[in-house]
């Protein structure tokens, strides 16, 4: 088992030496398709932000599986991406097809019931690597996958699929995070002050970006689109994954230097991001 202390800060420099380069003669297949299947119709708000994320943070296209309701609300402020009525019906059962995605998310505004659950069943199957936030994760078995499994929980969420107490998870984030990771084969990016973000090999990293302005609702379903969108301009799927965590926390401080931490919306993110991510290349 990792030792915590052995964990190393993902720092400015790692980011610097790793985010992509988009060449000159690229094009939007280049960088492939992204699916987030996101929001519902109490939640519609959580497939806009995440979809925002998502459209800034390198993807090619962006496709947004949500509910018709969803789509009529949210379309106009997210024109860049293409949309898939009813997403989570025709996943779950299984005709939606999901070769052609570059990377996939799901979770942010839907709601955690057996139509999830059933949809998840088959995104896990699927090829791509995939995220799964907020609603998508429950407690289950995850069988191995060759593409990488992404969790993007809060402590509470954590703790409800782990089993672990919520004052172990406050004592020694990064040792559960290590231990679920290493014996599920999969990722936890640990969300909260330093973001532990734990990989299924006992790779180990904390990240030391961000601010009490992201204690704010919709600020993981941006983290969660960000992910997405790195995951498809990234050669290497860990470093999307560092340095989304990254850049979502340092737009943050960005944000604060001028700006009241309690008066910054996830949105807020997205616009921040082009400037901040400039600032590293």
């Not at 610097?16 to 003669?25: C, E, H, I, V, W």
């Not at 947004?64 to 009813?86: K, S």
């Not at 199957?125 to 429950?138: F, M, N, R, W, Y």
Request: with cysteine; aromatic share 6%; net charge negative.
């Amino acid at each position: 088992m990792t030792d915590p202390q052995t964990s190393n800060i993902w720092t400015e420099e790692r980011v610097r030496s790793t985010l992509p380069a988009r060449a000159q003669d690229s094009h939007k297949g280049t960088f492939g398709t992204a699916l987030l299947v996101a929001g519902g119709p109490d939640m519609p708000g959580a497939a806009l932000i995440s979809g925002l994320g998502a459209l800034r943070s390198g993807v090619g296209k962006l496709e947004i599986g949500t509910y018709r309701e969803t789509i009529r609300a949210i379309a106009h402020a997210a024109a860049e991406a293409t949309y898939v009525p009813d997403a989570l019906i025709h996943i779950a059962n299984g005709s939606h097809p999901l070769t052609s995605y570059k990377a996939i998310a799901c979770g942010p505004g839907t709601v955690p019931d057996a139509l999830t659950e059933a949809a998840v069943g088959n995104l896990v199957k699927s090829s791509a690597p995939l995220i799964l936030d907020a609603g998508a994760l429950s407690e289950r078995s995850y069988a191995q996958r060759s593409a990488p499994l992404i969790l993007t929980p809060h402590a509470g969420e954590f703790s409800r699929i782990s089993g672990y107490a919520k004052e172990r998870i406050a004592r020694s984030p990064e040792l559960c995070a290590s231990e679920f990771a290493e014996t599920h084969g999969l990722t936890v990016v640990l969300k909260g002050p330093q973001t532990t973000i734990a990989f299924p090999d006992g790779e180990l990293y904390r990240n030391p970006t961000g601010n009490a302005a992201l204690a704010k609702g919709g600020t993981g379903d941006m983290l969660a689109g960000i992910m997405l969108g790195m995951l498809c301009c990234h050669e290497n799927w860990r470093h999307a994954v560092l340095n989304a965590v990254y850049l979502h926390g340092a737009c943050a401080d960005e944000f604060i230097k001028t700006r009241s931490p309690h008066t910054m919306l996830a949105r807020d993110i997205a616009g921040w991001l082009p400037e901040v991510w400039k600032q590293f290349e």
